[in-house]
């Protein structure tokens, strides 16, 4: 099936106050259906160790010519090691931070710093 040609990138925002509201799977769920849309995808919240590798799990099942898979990058804005360790022992996990998810063939280079990331999305 041949691509269509696109004008642009759509790039979607999403606050962490919508995204609170959904379970992992369904955040999955969205991620994986925006970024097979093509769309880069602007998340206002940092994803678990555990939650990267279940997002890189899920891209790569899902892999096949039309999809080639997922780059993201992010970053956890908390403090320092204490606030993580106390918003996790009170139950209280705040995911403050950003990621940025798009389709691998989308996003072309991705620059990442401690607390700021850049990013050249590719036109076709």
Known sequence: MAK???N???IEFLSQVRLQKKAFEEKLNLIMDSVKDENIL??????SAEEKAQLIEKSMEECDEDFPGIEFSGFDSRENLLDRVIAGLTGRERKDGL???GSSD???KVKEDKDAISMIAKLE
């Not at 602007?42 to 994803?47: F, T």
């Open 42 to 47: 602007v998340l206002e919240e940092a994803l």
């Open 106 to 108: 989308i996003m072309e």
């Open 8 to 10: 642009g990138v759509k």
């Open 99 to 101: 990621l940025i998810v």
């Open 4 to 6: 269509k040609k696109k």
